[in-house]
């Protein structure tokens, strides 16, 4: 069965510093991943993907992440942190196991950039 | 372009109460339909998720259900609410032509239910 697991609860950062928000994997077959941001009191926005290709894929907001097959690991990143990307985020893997296409998401990364 | 519209956005309601959340999703057609429940600010947990009308899988054990009565509306219920029930309920949709199936998944804004 498909499994993510983002194994830091949060993460501090300095506004102006790079950050990295942790994110690995289990699945059988390729590998769909996903990072998603949410907001206090909203729903999830789409960041960005890794379907097939380069391993470095870029999204929206000024953030990226790096597809690692051999540590199965899709970290996101971000050169230079603001405040308000202070945020709950998260990496999810798609389900290729039947039709439903559903994602399996791994339990959250705070984010908190302090000015 | 597509929308998804989830609505009340805020809830609170008394233990044995009964429970009606409605999503509904705008331009697009036979999408995959999810229902997600998110507690403490954390985690999420699938619910229900559907491939086409009137066909609900449920993930998970609970005193909730499920009903798609038509192609894009995604409907949570409950006949009596429990206050282990309280969360913050999130609805998703994704494409579900094959050619498709990499595409991302798309969410409502969120109830906040709280039960009382």
């Known amino acids: 069965a498909q499994s993510v697991a983002q194994p830091e609860d949060q993460v501090n950062v300095a506004e102006g510093n790079p950050l990295t928000v942790k994110c690995t994997y289990s699945v059988s077959g390729n590998p769909y991943l996903f990072w998603y941001v949410q907001y206090p009191n909203r729903g999830l926005q789409f960041l960005l993907k890794y379907i097939t290709g380069d391993n470095l894929v870029k999204g929206s907001y000024g953030f990226e992440a790096e597809f690692n097959k051999s540590q199965t690991s899709f970290h996101l990143k971000k050169p230079s942190a603001l405040v308000s990307d202070s945020a709950l985020y998260f990496c999810a893997v798609r389900d290729n196991g039947d039709s439903s296409y559903k994602l399996i998401f791994g339990s959250g990364t705070r984010l908190l950039v302090r000015p | 372009s597509q929308t998804i519209h989830q609505w009340p956005a805020t809830l609170v309601q008394p233990v044995g109460s009964p429970l009606s959340l409605e999503c509904t999703v705008e331009g697009t057609s036979n999408p995959n339909l999810y229902w997600y429940r998110q507690a403490a600010g954390r985690g999420l947990q699938l619910l229900f998720y559907s491939v086409g009308i009137g066909q609900i899988s449920s993930e998970v054990p609970q005193n909730l259900s499920a009903s798609r009565p038509q192609d894009r509306q995604f409907i949570l219920s409950s006949k009596k609410l429990l206050l282990s029930d309280s969360g913050f309920y999130l609805c998703?949709?994704?494409?579900?032509?094959?050619?498709?199936?990499?595409?991302?998944?798309?969410f409502g804004q969120g109830t906040r239910l709280t039960v009382v």
């Open positions: 998703a949709w994704s494409p579900r032509q094959p050619v498709l199936k990499f595409a991302e998944a798309f």
